[in-house]
């Protein structure tokens, strides 16, 4: 298969606290896994990615984890700001066949002050 | 750096006219450029895949006849929607991979379609 599930599909945060989004992937072979954070009205922006030979990633308050065993990645954003407030959508691709990404469905993120 | 322009960001057209959207790459040379769409409260469907010097690969439910999709050379792609209607709306990407390797797609900004 080739489905990428992602949860929550809305994240309500104190801003300052951590928010954490999750996402599960199918295809074994996926091996590249980006972040895409998309602002009201705009394209969507490549935040974050890890590779299949990493287990985490840290940019800034941006870390995501790799469970390739498990096949499951996650985004966490620590110390969140009302700036934060957007949708955020990760994705699988692999190198095989033709770099396909497959989405998850995303989580709008609310960071409250 | 890589950057993805995409033209026009909004078009409005009449139910069973057709929308031609266009996509340039900068500072890269696009080897394979990627036609996403996003429908209203939805993620990002692949619609087809085209890589220079290959055959455009569409994704189930999307049909060369209802988006033909030309990849002429290393910087320039360019899709149509044909008799669009209202279940076409949405925002539509351009993704673009260049030679240097990996797989990080750039994103242009969007043609968003809107049928009235």
């Known amino acids: 298969g080739e489905q990428v599930e992602q949860l929550p599909s809305i994240l309500r945060v104190q801003e300052g606290s951590s928010a954490s989004i999750n996402c599960s992937y199918e295809d074994s072979a996926s091996n590249y896994f980006p972040w895409y954070k998309q602002e009201p009205g705009e394209n969507p922006k490549l935040i974050i990615d890890i590779r299949s030979n990493m287990e985490r990633k840290q940019i800034q308050e941006l870390i995501v984890l790799l469970d390739k065993k498990a096949k499951r990645f996650s985004l966490h954003i620590t110390d969140t700001q009302p700036g934060d407030s957007a949708m955020y959508f990760c994705a699988a691709s692999s190198y095989t066949g033709n770099y396909k990404y497959v989405f998850g469905a995303g989580t709008r993120l609310k960071v409250i002050a | 750096g890589a950057l993805v322009y995409q033209y026009p960001r909004r078009t409005i057209c009449k139910s069973g006219t057709s929308m031609r959207m266009e996509c340039q790459a900068v500072g890269f040379q696009a080897t394979s450029v990627a036609w996403y769409r996003q429908s209203p409260q939805k993620t990002f469907e692949l619609i087809a895949l085209s890589t220079v010097n290959s055959a455009i690969k569409y994704e189930q439910n999307f049909t060369q006849e209802k988006f033909p999709i030309s990849h002429p050379n290393l910087s320039f792609s360019s899709m149509t929607v044909l008799n669009a209607y209202l279940e076409d709306r949405g925002l539509y990407l351009c993704?673009?991979?260049?030679?240097?390797?990996?797989?990080?797609?750039?994103f242009g900004e969007g043609s968003r379609l809107i049928v009235v």
């Open positions: 993704g673009a991979r260049g030679t240097g390797g990996g797989n990080t797609l750039y």
